[in-house]
């Protein structure tokens, strides 16, 4: 094992002495940079938003913004990232440094009041800057209508303003930050970021990094991961850490030993077979959204709705899942889908459906020593799918209710239906009941009318600051409604 370093800004930085549980954005205000900002130490603001060097999806390398606040800075090791201090370009001693694109747009458009959110959407805006298929199409109101009425969330220059989703600015205002979002131009091939997307990232590294009896691992391979988990049962296991960086910030938490899983090859990979789609649970869910391509249409429309793009940057499909969390966005798309986890341990593996993955609240029938190594979805896909989630705000928040249905319809008569939800009851559940009442009858508004009130019915909804148990189950049997008018609309158009 060699020191545990990241290379910040092009220069090779220990991360001792700094404790294992230290985050990134405190390893670097520590070191001086103090671009990258605290706002809410849970991944909602993006004050803290810096650039890392991933495996790319259209290249070998893509820049991509994480938030700093989660993720604890030996799971960098041996990794690449950028703060908003290093996109600008130094000159000769005495003068200014050079602004980056983004922090010149930014700057001549008064994206910027306090400056404290500013470094943050520099580097999320930075990420989206040098996306390899963004490109440039018009900018109509026509063709934005054409395009399904997203053109006042796609710029011209073809910046997604979803890639701002995770940040926060509260003095600004949102209108001349996307004014300069939507202004800056593409790379120019004397820029050396755009360059470094032509080589591939950093490799993941072993890494042992001890301080305080307390230890961050990070083997090779998923068998050598496996015999670890074996000796150290009691070992935290960590991807994204979207989840277990809130735990460290706000609620304090340290562990003696953490295991990073999120790098191992085997974890990352994703193979559509003639009967099943096989995801790797370490994959994050801006690399399954762009690798899929829409592929899984319920999960495509999943994507958008969780979270915010800095998180889906960092986390991961296996960690929703492992949390057991009855909250969870990805639970309900996958019971409709009838997704099973391959669950290994260094015996083996099996492979468990999900519907029968959860046993209680944050609780399931995963064993000591066992991670998530995969989910399959099988093949072929219910052509009639779509994703409710019920929430305050429209992106980037927790839902009250999520439903998600897949429906097989066949001469007006619903031949298959699955239905998952979410936040009702301890767990993520199937609305079984609801899908008896549907299976095998004609889709009209008579059988959805009784089938709603079924629905109404599912699960032990309730109350507490986000809804009450009345509205939310108000909210199952509205969502089925707003299904089966969808669904007559799409089909009398």
């Given at each position: 094992?060699?020191?545990a370093?990241i290379?910040v800004?092009?220069?090779?930085t220990p991360?001792?002495p700094a ?6 954005l405190?390893?670097?205000r ?19 938003s ?5 495996p790319?999806v ?7 913004a ?14 690449e990232?950028i ?9 000769a ?20 009041q ?5 470094p ?10 040098y ?5 440039a199409h ?12 997203t053109?006042?969330?796609?710029g ?39 360059r470094?997307?032509?080589q591939?990232p ?20 998923l ?10 049962p ?22 003696g030993?953490?295991v ?5 090859p ?21 690399e399954?959204?762009r ?14 709705q ?17 949390t ?17 986890l391959?669950?290994?341990d ?19 029938v995963?064993?000591?020593g066992?991670l ?16 409710h ?5 429209r ?11 897949a ?8 031949r298959k ?9 301890a ?12 299976e095998?009858?004609?889709?009209s ?10 629905l ?38």
């Amino acid at each position: 094992m060699t020191e545990a370093r990241i290379t910040v800004n092009g220069k090779e930085t220990p991360i001792s002495p700094a404790a294992p549980h230290t985050t990134v954005l405190d390893l670097l205000r520590e070191r001086g940079l103090t671009g990258t900002k605290e706002g809410c130490a849970e991944g909602e603001c993006g004050a803290c938003s810096v650039l890392v060097a991933r495996p790319g999806v259209n290249k070998p390398t893509d820049w991509v913004a994480v938030n700093a606040c989660l993720v604890p800075a030996a799971a960098l090791d041996g990794q690449e990232i950028i703060t908003s201090e290093g996109l600008a370009t130094v000159g000769a001693p005495g003068t200014p440094p050079t602004l980056h694109p983004v922090q010149e747009e930014m700057a001549v458009r008064g994206g910027s009041q306090c400056g404290y959110c500013t470094p943050g959407f520099v580097c999320s805006m930075a990420s989206e800057y040098y996306r390899p298929d963004r490109c440039a199409h018009s900018d109509t109101e026509a063709d934005a209508a054409a395009a399904g009425g997203t053109g006042h969330e796609h710029g011209p220059n073809g910046f997604d303003l979803h890639a701002l989703s995770g940040n926060l600015c509260r003095c600004t205002g949102y209108r001349p930050i996307r004014d300069a979002a939507f202004a800056v131009g593409e790379p120019t091939d004397e820029d050396p970021l755009a360059r470094r997307r032509e080589q591939a990232p950093p490799a993941p590294v072993a890494t042992e990094y001890t301080r305080d009896d307390s230890t961050f691992l990070r083997r090779e391979t998923l068998a050598e991961t496996l015999r670890l988990l074996r000796e150290r049962p009691d070992a935290m296991v960590v991807a994204g850490s979207t989840d277990y960086g809130v735990e460290v910030n706000i609620r304090s938490r340290r562990e003696g030993c953490v295991v990073a899983i999120d790098r191992l090859p085997e974890l990352r990979e994703l193979r559509v077979e003639s009967d099943h789609i096989e995801i790797g649970a370490a994959l994050t869910l801006t690399e399954i959204e762009r690798r899929l391509d829409g592929q899984v249409p319920l999960l495509a429309e999943l994507f958008p709705q969780f979270a915010s793009r800095l998180i889906r940057n960092s986390g991961t499909l296996g960690g929703n899942l492992g949390t057991g969390s009855p909250i969870g966005d990805s639970p309900p798309v996958l019971l409709a889908l009838e997704a099973s986890l391959v669950l290994a341990d260094a015996d083996g593996e099996r492979v468990v459906p999900l519907a029968e993955y959860f046993t209680g609240y944050r609780q399931s029938v995963r064993r000591p020593g066992e991670l998530i190594r995969a989910v399959r979805i099988p093949l072929p896909l219910s052509p009639v799918t779509a994703f409710h989630k019920i929430a305050k705000r429209r992106f980037d928040d927790i839902s009250s209710v999520a439903v998600a249905f897949a429906l097989d319809i066949e001469d007006g008569i619903v031949r298959k239906a699955r239905i998952g939800l979410g936040g009702v009851a301890a767990t993520p559940i199937r609305a079984l009941a609801t899908e008896t009442a549907l299976e095998g009858r004609p889709w009209s508004a008579e059988t959805v009318e009784a089938a709603a009130r079924v629905l109404r019915g599912e699960g032990t909804p309730m109350d507490d600051h986000r809804a009450s148990s009345l509205y939310r189950s108000a909210m199952l049997g509205q969502s089925l409604k707003k299904l089966h008018a969808q669904t007559t609309e799409a089909v009398s158009s």
